[in-house]
């Protein structure tokens, strides 16, 4: 939910944004049914505790390749430690939040890395970014799935610091 965060404050709170990072980004939410049967199934119907079954493939269906040993394990113990509530809380404002309507206002450099075996955001969704965000620079990492970062790091941190270095302003 990374991506849409910082697309959201780039919309309301543009002069306190030079650039904007959004790995595996969305276009929009509601109009993916399989999205919305999701959260509308799984996580509105959530009880108190979030089962270990629903974050281990949750967190599994992010990556399409190797990970370094152990750290599927750590991000599923991370993603339990947040309670239920907020699963809920967090997954029905995706469903709320129409902001594809208002990244035409993004007038700020934005970096689009997307990996092409991404179970979660579509390619159509990379596709209408870019045509709606008039600086977006798409990076695609082949093979790759939503975690893009947990997959290929090294990559991502080199993609990140060049992006970076763009956005300097010289002295």
Same mark, same amino acid.
């Given at each position: 939910?990374?991506?849409?965060?910082?697309?959201?404050?780039?919309?309301?709170?543009a002069?306190?944004?030079?650039?904007?990072?959004?790995?595996?980004?969305?276009?929009?939410?509601?109009?993916k049914?399989?999205?919305?049967?999701?959260i509308?199934? %799984?996580?509105?119907?959530?009880? +108190? %505790?979030? /089962?270990?079954?629903? =974050?281990?493939?949750?967190?599994?269906?992010?990556?399409?390749?190797?990970?370094?040993?152990?750290?599927?394990?750590?991000?599923?113990?991370?993603?339990?430690?947040?309670p239920?509530?907020?699963?809920?809380?967090?997954?029905?404002?995706l469903?709320?939040?129409?902001?594809?309507t208002?990244?035409?206002?993004?007038?700020? /450099?934005?970096?689009?890395?997307?990996?092409?075996?991404?179970a979660?955001?579509?390619?159509?969704?990379q %596709?209408r970014? %870019?045509?709606?965000? /008039?600086? =977006?620079?798409?990076?695609?990492?082949?093979?790759?799935?939503?975690a893009?970062?947990? +997959?290929?790091?090294r990559?991502?941190?080199?993609?990140?610091? =060049?992006? +970076?270095?763009?956005?300097?302003? /010289?002295?």
């Open positions: 939910m990374g991506a849409v965060n910082a697309l959201r404050m780039a919309i309301d709170h002069a306190a944004v030079r650039g904007v990072v959004a790995a595996g980004g969305f276009a929009s939410f509601s109009d049914p399989g999205l919305v049967d999701f509308q199934g %799984q996580i509105l119907t959530l009880g +108190e %505790q979030v /089962p270990r079954e629903l =974050a281990e493939s949750f967190q599994r269906d992010t990556v399409a390749g190797p990970l370094a040993p152990g750290l599927l394990q750590t991000m599923v113990d991370e993603c339990l430690r947040t239920a509530a907020t699963w809920r809380g967090a997954f029905a404002a469903l709320e939040d129409d902001f594809s208002e990244l035409h206002r993004i007038e700020v /450099p934005v970096l689009l890395p997307w990996g092409d075996a991404d979660f955001s579509p390619e159509s969704d %596709q970014l %870019q045509r709606q965000l /008039p600086r =977006a620079t798409r990076v695609v990492y082949a093979g790759v799935g939503h893009l970062h947990w +997959e290929q790091p990559r991502f941190a080199d993609d990140l610091i =060049a992006f +970076e270095q763009m956005l300097k302003v /010289p002295c």
